[in-house]
């Protein structure tokens, strides 16, 4: 009853989100899409596409992808989908965009199913970006395996690594898909300055930069930081 109910109620819950999301998405203006994620209010399942961002370095960072006019965007850690927003309407030339999220994983939570509808709707008006999401553990080979097979043989432009902050779990994360970035491309950590106890990218980012050029963008709040290192 209780799933019938929710099913009835998601119906006109996403009519009403994706008419207010599609008024909002009529902007293609730079400044104005960094801020939709965070000015969106939906219904019910699709009520917020929030990102877990400091605005002045999200902005940074949306620049510096677009520099590179990435076609094949992997972002590992999604959540309500703030960044993965950000990089589909910033990015009109992507050819592939890939989520991969954890149900129920932690630093966020993942996404339901039904939220991939809304992730859609990001490239509503984009027939040559096609979208993949892959709900399961970055860490495991199958995960891995299931991403090389939406690649079917393509290079990484962009990777984002924003999911499992654990020095295990960055450092598995980035051992697995770095191979898979071409040479030219750029691979972002987020977090790398955030203090709290269980938030230790700043650990494998403080090893990992030494290795490669890179670049720190660090906003006024200094409590998040995105890292990134260009691949050559
Ligand atoms: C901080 S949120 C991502 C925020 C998003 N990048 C943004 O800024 O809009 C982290 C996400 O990573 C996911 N996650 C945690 N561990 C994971 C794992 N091992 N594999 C895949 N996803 C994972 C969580 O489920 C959560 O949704």
């Known amino acids: 009853m209780k799933t019938f109910r929710r099913k009835v109620f998601n119906i006109p819950a996403w009519l009403l989100s994706k008419h207010a999301l599609l008024k909002l998405m009529k902007s293609s203006d730079f400044e104005d899409i960094v801020e939709i994620p965070n000015t969106f209010v939906g219904r019910g399942l699709y009520d917020r596409i929030h990102a877990e961002q400091d605005p002045v370095e ?5 620049k510096l992808v677009h520099s590179i006019m990435p076609k094949v965007i992997v972002e590992i850690g999604t959540y309500k989908g703030g960044t993965l927003f950000i990089w589909t309407r910033t990015n009109p030339q992507a050819e592939l965009i890939v989520s991969v999220d954890l149900p129920g994983g932690q630093y966020g939570g993942g996404y339901d199913s039904s939220r991939e509808k809304l992730y859609r709707l990001f490239a509503h008006d984009r027939p040559k970006t096609h979208m993949e999401f ?3 553990n970055s860490h495991l080979p199958e995960t891995a395996a299931r991403l090389k097979g939406a690649l079917n043989g393509r290079f990484i432009d ?3 690594i924003d999911a499992d902050h654990t020095y295990e779990g960055v450092k598995a994360d980035f051992q697995l898909y770095s191979p898979m ?3 030219g491309g750029l691979i972002a950590f987020h977090d790398i300055q955030n203090m709290k106890s269980n938030h230790q990218v700043k650990n494998f ?3 990992v930069k030494q290795q490669y050029e ?3 963008i660090i906003g006024p709040s200094t409590k998040t930081g995105n890292g990134v290192l260009f691949i050559k």
């Open 58 to 62: 999200i902005r940074e960072m949306a």
């Open 134 to 136: 892959i709900r399961g």
């Open 158 to 160: 962009f990777l984002y």
């Open 181 to 183: 970035v071409r040479k």
């Open 205 to 207: 980012w403080a090893e």
């Open 214 to 216: 890179h670049r720190e």
